[in-house]
Nanobody, 126 residues
Framework: TLHLMESGGGSVQAGGSRRLSCTAS????????VGWFRQAPGKERDWVAS????????WYADSVKGRFTISQNDAKNTVYLQMNSLKPEDTAMYYC???????????????????WGQGTQVTVSS
């Protein structure tokens, strides 16, 4: 089975940058949809960005478009989320998720994803 481990979270000042990593074990990313979601305290979990590892196609939520970049490193079996121009409202627990590689209709809904990591906290101070 596929296991996901996030890393790279921490505290950063507004305007700063942070890179999150999502490393897979048990399965090699090949035709998987891999996404990042985030959940702020007292709020629902929201979709942030996704990448299709079979072709490199990417999708972004409007709230992060132009500031965040999702990418993949096949040699490391890792998907990254580069976060620039961070804002206090980006403060959240960030989760990595992946599907089983069997295809997807749309990258945003949580039901498209079969495997989830434990999350990594990002705190942006003003």
């Amino acid at each position: 089975t596929l296991h996901l481990m996030e890393s790279g979270g921490g505290s950063v000042q507004a305007g700063g940058s942070r890179r999150l990593s999502c490393t897979a074990s048990g399965v090699t990313f090949s035709t998987n949809l891999v996404g990042w979601f985030r959940q702020a305290p007292g709020k629902e979990r929201d979709w942030v960005a996704s990448i299709y590892t079979g072709g490199g196609n990417t999708w972004y939520a409007d709230s992060v478009k132009g500031r965040f970049t999702i990418s993949q490193n096949d040699a490391k079996n890792t998907v990254y989320l580069q976060m620039n121009s961070l804002k206090p409202e980006d403060t959240a627990m960030y989760y990595c998720a992946a599907d089983n590689g069997g295809g997807f209709a749309t990258p945003q809904p949580e039901y498209e994803y079969n495997f989830w990591g434990q999350g990594t906290q990002v705190t942006v101070s003003s």
